[in-house]
């Protein structure tokens, strides 16, 4: 089993960027695979990045692509979401989660991100 906790959420500018980092707890993080998601008032969970196992391996939704950057680093048992040129459309809690191999998902509490234009 795994714990997640994200941080680095705050209230940021419209094309300012914030970096969120989900940190894990217990074995073999790095055979997991990781992803991020998020949550806007009113609207459904909606899928953002994913990561494979070795990190040379990455997804995006095309709300997202070319503006954020998904990353681990397997040594710190972290995951990371660089976001660029954030728009308000982005405000939203986001949650980190990961998929074990045999099959398991683990979420972590979420962190809020609000841009304001």
């Known amino acids: 089993q795994v714990q997640l906790v994200e941080s680095g959420g705050g209230l940021v500018q419209a094309g300012g960027s914030l970096r969120l980092s989900c940190a894990a707890s217990g074995r073999s993080f790095s055979n997991y695979v990781m992803g991020w998601f998020r949550q806007a008032p009113g609207k459904e969970r909606e899928w953002v990045a994913t990561i494979n196992w070795t990190g040379r391996t990455t997804y995006y939704a095309n709300s997202v692509k070319g503006r954020f950057t998904i990353s681990r680093d397997n040594a710190k048992n972290t995951v990371y979401l660089q976001m660029n040129s954030l728009k308000p459309e982005d405000t939203a809690v986001y949650y980190c989660?990961?998929?074990?191999?045999?099959?398991?998902?683990?979420w972590g509490q979420g962190t809020q991100v609000t841009v304001s234009s």
């Open positions: 989660k990961a998929d074990n191999p045999g099959g398991n998902s683990y």
